[in-house]
């Protein structure tokens, strides 16, 4: 449901992203990191190359865990969404600039298979532009859960840091739940956790690391220590 931008901060939520090309390479790092992660992403490259015995391989090895498919829907809103619910994922990533009719179907399915949609910003010019046209969407009660201010891979390079469009998003009178991507690091996270965050996505901050257990414990340390 939209929030207001005062609403009090709690201390968001870790999700690691597992943009692995190979099944067995992502649950070794899950299983290694699961102790500090809250949600574990099954990446768009997982999908593609796995589908959906990949959310369900997660699913069955951590069920205590919340997983996230980042399928970044831009068409068939409500057959992607109800998909990956069934194969057990709770959160679903739809493209923030997909058509709004493929928006209010996703919705529609995750209310008819209870699980949450995060609206990915990642392709958008104008993140508040985007964010703010999409508040009022939804079917029945369900609106959009999470807003997901996010710079790609590919981009990481030339593009704004996403701490600076988090930052504009923020301000918006309303919102959904807001999440952050895009090469974080242990260092960004006293900045990050001074806004209304729900969830902080972090990839290779974690899955490159030398040791991914040490870099998902100092992570979580941060966040438990800077959102106090």
């Known amino acids: 449901m939209p929030q207001t931008g005062n609403k009090e901060k709690q201390s968001p939520r870790l999700q690691v992203a597992l943009d692995f090309e190979i099944l067995d390479d992502a649950l070794a790092i899950a299983n290694e990191v699961a102790p500090f992660v809250d949600i574990f992403e099954v990446g768009t490259p997982l999908i593609i190359s796995e589908g959906m015995r990949a959310i369900k391989a997660l699913k069955d090895a951590h069920p205590d865990k919340l997983v996230c498919a980042d399928l970044k829907t831009t068409d068939t809103g409500y057959l992607e969404v109800k998909m990956v619910a069934k194969a057990g994922a709770g959160i679903v990533t739809v493209l923030a600039d997909a058509y709004e009719v493929t928006i209010i179907e996703s919705l529609r399915a995750a209310h008819d298979f209870n699980v949450e949609i995060m609206a990915d910003l990642i392709v958008s010019r104008s993140p508040v532009t985007t964010l703010a046209g999409l508040i009022d969407l939804g079917y029945k009660e369900t609106k959009l859960h999470y807003a997901l201010v996010h710079s790609g891979l590919d981009q990481q390079a030339s593009r704004r840091a996403p701490l600076f469009e988090l930052e504009a998003v923020a301000r918006l009178r309303e919102h ?43 992570i979580r340390k941060s966040i438990n220590q800077y959102s106090k």
């Open 176 to 218: 959904p739940q807001l999440a952050i991507a895009g090469g974080i690091r242990v260092t960004d996270i006293k900045k990050i956790v001074k806004f209304p965050l729900a969830i902080i996505i972090v990839g290779g901050g974690i899955t490159r690391a030398k040791n991914p257990y040490e870099a998902a414990e100092n």
